[in-house]
């Protein structure tokens, strides 16, 4: 059954793969308990550090062959990308600090800050005209996203934080829950069949540090024996699964305060409808151990149903190396993570054109738990409001940065966000194109020049329609009937005259795009179907 698998699918098993050495852990070894490491790190609430991500495609140039100047540009572009984080400084988990740098292999860099309260975040970037900042507070967030309106409720009462959650409560609440699930999740996790744990001296924010290091590789047909090992983990362990459920019910239960603040009350006590505390219990514990027992048995059904694509998969070409750091409190300090996929054979990922990837993570921190004081945000007349950005074109996004800057380049040149595109098809019933007699190409008015970020207005006194065109700085005055219009103060004769169809003002099609700078085309589809397109680079 080869096409078991969808290949999208295949792309989130090797994705799934990467995660899971995030989550390994293992049993105590050479006198280090991995687990509680893992637990601890969970309860990390205060830091400073510096981090990366890397990733780096291994091309398929085969696969472009014919491909565009501009599309081979752009994969070269992405084919090695580095984010860095430096001086990042957690306060809280709503107030952090950073400066970075994204790379784009040896062809642009593009430095930022970021600082960032429970109300407030401001970025600088490099080249960018002014910081630009959002509000954080929910009502701003629900109004970007519509929530708000969904819901019926004001922005003043979206916005308003619920009254009587003490964050301390909040905080301790979490880590009851945190030891009371790692102790089943966690601690049924298996080692890995390649392990190692030795002491070693390693520099941490410049100075040489005592630790345990933690070194763990893993090929692809190890990491599909240790998935299922854990799964067999887990169900073998019901009496742990009932802890655990017990224990998160009970501390659910002993905080009525919190969960009353927040607007529910679990399992509360009366009412005709009230859950008896003992059967939810059992229902929980039941359904937890009925959906880890159906993934067992879909981890089996793969292997029977599809092993071929499995061993494409988790084949030898697919390995995970971890380098694990940690300190006398058991505290993880350096973390280096790398995956790495480069096939002996093709594989039929069907996402990108590549031969293979390898994706690297490196972190160090120091002052774990400390006291720590993120840079604070602070907003001034000249910010940019970032709920602007996803309301305007793509020329006037790059009309926020400098000309000379890396990060206009990147827009401009590489990303090409000031192209914009308009599409019209065959069998489009509302606004359609329209074809005369004579052969010319008629679109609507005002839906074409509203969606290139025009401006269309009528003056009563001189009856006429006024475009203005930002991107390109060009007015066009028109009048209904006429087949002259008035381009930037000059008089142009038009192939059409200016028409009203059931309501719909439209022009020609060729004329508009000529003033305004854009070109148009026809595209067969197939016998049946034709698309009309408007394209333009401002």
């Known amino acids: 059954m080869r096409n078991f698998f969808e290949r999208p699918k295949k792309l989130t098993m090797l994705l799934l793969a990467f995660t899971l050495v995030f989550a390994a852990g293992c049993q105590a070894i050479s006198n280090l308990d991995f687990n509680t490491v893992l637990k601890n790190s969970l309860k990390v609430t205060s830091s400073e550090s510096k981090q990366s991500v890397e990733l780096k495609l291994l091309l398929d140039d085969a696969a472009y062959e014919g491909s565009s100047e501009e599309d081979l540009a752009m994969m070269k572009l992405v084919s090695n990308v580095k984010l860095q984080l430096n001086n990042v400084k957690t306060q809280d988990d709503s107030h952090i600090s950073f400066d970075g740098s994204l790379i784009f292999g040896e062809t642009a860099s593009i430095k930022f800050t970021l600082k960032m ?25 629900l109004g970007m996203s519509g929530v708000a309106g969904l819901t019926g409720l004001p922005v003043e009462t979206a916005s308003e934080e619920v009254p009587g959650v003490d964050e301390a409560a909040v905080t301790a609440l979490g880590q009851q829950l945190i030891d009371t699930v790692g102790t089943y999740v966690i601690h049924n996790l298996p080692n890995p069949e390649r392990i190692d744990v030795k002491p070693v001296y390693e520099t941490i924010n410049g100075t040489a540090t005592s630790l345990m290091k933690v070194h763990v590789d893993l090929d692809g047909p190890e990491i599909w024996a240790w998935v299922k090992k854990y799964v067999d983990a887990l169900i073998a362990d019901r009496a742990g699964l009932d802890k655990m459920v017990a224990g998160v019910f009970e501390i659910l239960q002993s905080n009525p305060d919190i969960w009353e603040a927040a607007g529910t009350i679990p399992f509360e006590e009366g009412g005709l409808d009230t859950a008896d505390p003992a059967e939810a219990l059992k229902e929980a514990t039941d359904g937890i151990a009925l959906m880890l027992t159906e993934l067992q048995d879909e981890l089996k059904l793969l292997e029977e149903e599809d092993q071929e694509t499995l061993d494409e998969i988790f084949s030898k070409d697919l390995t995970i190396k971890a380098d694990v750091f940690v300190d006398n409190k058991l505290d993880i300090r350096k973390q280096v993570y790398e995956l790495s996929y480069v096939p002996s054979q093709t594989p039929e990922i069907g996402v990108l054109p590549i031969k293979g990837l390898t994706v690297k993570f490196e972190s160090e921190s120091w002052n774990v ?50 192209k914009q595109n308009l599409t019209w098809y065959s069998y489009q019933y509302y606004n359609p194109v329209i074809v005369t007699a004579s052969h010319v190409t008629l679109i609507p008015l005002r839906n074409t020049v509203e969606q290139l970020g025009g401006v269309l207005t009528y003056d009563k006194k001189t009856k006429s329609l006024k475009v203005f065109d930002e991107a390109t700085n060009t007015t066009i005055v028109l009048k209904n009937g006429s087949d002259t219009a008035v381009v930037n103060g000059k008089n142009v004769k038009w192939s059409f005259p200016v028409t009203v169809i059931d309501g719909v003002t439209y022009v020609p099609a060729r004329n508009l795009a000529a003033a305004i700078k854009a070109k148009i085309g026809w595209t067969d589809l197939d016998e049946d179907m034709k698309v009309f397109s408007l394209d333009r680079e401002v």
Not at 117 to 141: C, I, N, R, W, Y
Not at 401 to 408: G, H
């Open 117 to 141: 309260s429970d109300t407030l975040a401001v970025m600088e970037l490099e080249g960018a005209k002014q910081p630009f900042v959002l509000d954080l507070t929910s009502g701003s967030l």
């Open 369 to 418: 738990n400390g006291q720590v004081k993120a840079e604070v945000p602070v907003a001034s007349a000249k910010d940019f409001p970032v709920e602007k950005l996803f309301s305007m074109q793509g020329y006037q996004v790059l009309k926020q940065f400098d000309e000379k800057s890396a990060i206009y380049d990147l827009l401009k040149n590489k990303l090409h966000i000031n």
